[in-house]
């Protein structure tokens, strides 16, 4: 196939694209650009040379400082205005690719204690509910052109090349990790080579439609992930972030991103045949090496 990706210099996309080539396929870049008004658009000259599938992965990085409103604004418009405007300029092509993978996140659940979250699951309430279930209906007019639309509700990514993992290591390793609030949060994660095979089983597979939980099937909780990230790197996680701490750095972004309690299960994937590399987490921390 040929596949055109944006956000292909991100962690994600940089990864996608070489295993893209490895599998046989031709995968090119979606570059960003900017419309008269100011608003975020990408250049789809790669797309109408003929395209047969597009991932769309570009977004703010949510984790990049405290949420003030133009921050926020940022997060949202970067991903639901540039989403709606993408699927409406894929719809007007003479000839349109057949599917459209887009990124979405575990946020569109909330915060839900302890219950089990497959894709029949409502979205929940806050910050990144709502963008993500406005992320997600922004590729309606790619779903009414035919396009089939599949959109990855990603878990955090483990990797050795970035992400969470990237900044909590030299952390740990200076035996500053610790638990943060209770601790008891659930957490949905996915090493970043799974991740990608998702990304392929999406594009290869012509029957999957809708939403997509891109989640390990062994979700962890708080406590755990820190004890496991402590052995991982043979320190001590006696350090301990209470949740009043978190607010007063963080705002409303300790709330979403730290002590919402998100425990997701990959239930569409698993019913498609979809089999994991690296479903627990010791042997996927072990593959980011040490």
Not at 102 to 118: E, I, K, M, N, T
Request: charged share 20%; proline share 4%.
């Amino acid at each position: 196939m040929r596949i055109a990706i944006s956000g292909s210099s991100g962690m994600v996309g940089s990864a996608l694209m070489r295993t893209l080539l490895e599998s046989g396929h031709d995968s090119v870049p979606l570059r960003r650009s900017a419309q008269s008004d100011g608003s975020p658009s990408l250049d789809l000259a790669p797309i109408r040379t003929g395209c047969d599938a597009v991932v769309h992965l570009a977004g703010e990085n949510i984790a990049a400082g405290r949420w003030t409103a133009a921050r926020k604004r940022r997060i949202a418009d970067s991903r639901i205005v540039l989403t709606r405007r993408l699927a409406t300029d894929l719809a007007a092509l003479a000839t349109p690719p057949a599917a459209l993978v887009c990124a979405s996140a575990v946020g569109f659940y909330g915060d839900r204690g302890s219950a089990a979250l497959d894709e029949q699951q409502p979205a929940g309430t806050g910050f990144l509910a709502d963008v993500c279930e406005g992320w997600e209906a922004a590729a309606d007019p790619a779903r009414q052109a035919g396009i089939r639309v599949v959109h990855l509700r990603i878990g955090v990514v483990l990797s050795s090349t970035g992400g969470l993992l990237g900044r909590l290591r030299s952390l740990f390793r200076f035996g500053l990790g610790g638990r943060l609030g209770s601790g008891e949060q659930w957490m949905s994660w996915i090493h970043l080579t799974d991740l990608v095979r998702v990304v392929e089983f999406a594009l290869e597979r012509g029957d999957l439609v809708g939403a997509l939980n891109a989640v390990s099937p062994n979700p962890v909780t708080n406590r755990e992930f820190t004890r496991a990230l402590g052995q991982w790197v043979h320190r001590p996680t006696l350090l301990h972030a209470p949740a009043f701490a978190l607010r007063a750095l963080l705002g409303e972004m300790a709330d979403e991103l730290m002590l919402a309690s998100t425990r997701v299960v990959p239930a569409r994937l698993s019913e498609s045949g979809f089999r994991f590399a690296l479903p627990e987490l010791r042997a996927a921390l072990d593959a980011c090496g040490a």
